[in-house]
């Protein structure tokens, strides 16, 4: 087997494998091994034997011709998901030692098409941050740069394609952490429509905005890997039906579209003050390069940008309160050792078992949920929410076909750098959030590098209406053809 094997695209090993070039168990023994001697923690657990169970069972169905076009390519998963076997954690030490009895539908979804499970990855506790500083196992460190942090709350997936340690990932996003993280480790992620993709056995954060979604080398990975997550689940209530729209669909059957006359909207908001110089620079320069490949650009504004951030860490800690009340030590999960009474013991084994970020949204979401504040801050932030969506669709309607600008205000930061003002980790946030409130599908590619050494990667966001998610895989694989921002790697990989 060559010995880069790891450098190749889903789209090339699904080829390999079909053509029998390399085997699914070659492929994972490869893939493991690299895993076993990374240094960027990015894989929380690892279990080899059910692995290359999984890779031979893959082999016999490329033998017998039944076959998928995923069969026996491999993949990492949020440590979010549930999943037999492997211990399901939540970044939290809350779940250290938990393995759930189910897979979560996007895991079982995977695993009928015949990809193979490499682990699961690491995570920002609960879903919760901007840089996977949060997780109860350590940070995970930026492939491209080990001083920084690879973003969150999906860090270990970005981290873990940008490191060539999967090919592919499964990731989510609240706020934006499916395009935050794939943007600070320079790979290709998307977060689809709310509601396409089913929730059922993804650890709740906030119900009304956490959506599954792949990340990957590129946006026609991305497409293949959708292909398989999209579709109904009666079993996740909130999942959109098929009177809704949500069937399944060939996300690669518009990748090769000419761009001409497309509209692209460039709101003023996302190119004020606070935007770094080195990001606008590479986020520009992309937008130049839809102009060559036949697109135009419409100046919009999104005036409800700023009043993201507030209506966010209102709602979903509001959420996140209502979901995590499940962890009080009675069912399953950590229990503290030594307690007086329910109360007590309830009390001691959150205190011991959640981090300090979980802590502080639960305690802002149950804040604002009482009675009393409940009028005055979430009914009033729900309210915000409608005004940020219609702001979309007032662009939308007659301007735009998508928008574009960056994905954060900066490339990745240091290490360390934040943990002491969470209020700047909330900040950073900005362009992603409103796409979140509003339930629309968004994309990050890479379009270039920035910072003081030049080498932290810079992510584009593409942003669609409801359903454009093949529009969005479009436009994105249309710029990785004209580009090779995408094949860049890390020194070393």
Sequence with gaps: MHKHMHNKTIKELSALLHSKQVSATELTRHYLGRIEASGHNAFLHLDHELS?????????????????????????????????????????????????????????????????????????????????????????????????????????????????????????????????????????????????????????????????????QTAEDCALLLNEMVGFDERDSTCLTPDQGNVSEDYTRDLNKPLDGLRIGVPKEYFGEGLAADVEGAVRAALEQFVKLGATLVDISLPKTALSIPTYYIIAPAEASSNLSRFDGVRYGHRAAEYKDLQDMYRKTRAEGFGREVQRRIMVGTYVLCHGYYDAYYVQAQKIRRLIANDFQAAFADQCDVIMGPVAPTVAWDLGSKTDDPVANYLADIYTLSTSLAGLPGMSIPCGFGGANGKRPVGLQIIGNYFAEAKLLNIAHQYQQATDWHQRAPEGV
């Design 52 to 216: 290359l169970a999984q890779a031979a069972a893959a082999d016999e169905r490329l033998a017998s011709g039944t076959a998928g076009p995923l069969t026996g390519v491999p993949i990492a998963h949020k440590d979010i998901f549930v999943t037999q076997g492997w211990r399901t954690t939540a970044g939290s030490k809350m779940l250290a030692n938990y393995v759930s009895p189910f897979d979560a539908t996007v895991v079982d979804r995977f695993k009928e098409a015949g990809m193979v499970t490499l682990g699961k990855v690491n995570l920002d506790e609960f879903a919760m941050g901007s840089a996977n500083e949060n997780s109860a196992f350590g940070a995970v460190k930026n492939p491209w740069d080990p001083l920084a942090v690879p973003g969150g709350s999906s860090g270990g997936s970005a981290c873990a394609v940008a490191a060539r340690l999967a090919p592919g990932a499964t990731a989510t996003d609240t706020g934006g952490s499916i395009r935050q993280p794939a943007a600070f480790c320079g790979v290709t992620g998307i977060k689809p429509t709310y509601g396409r993709v089913s929730r059922f056995g993804m650890i709740a954060f906030a119900s009304s905005l956490d959506q599954g979604g792949p990340i990957a």
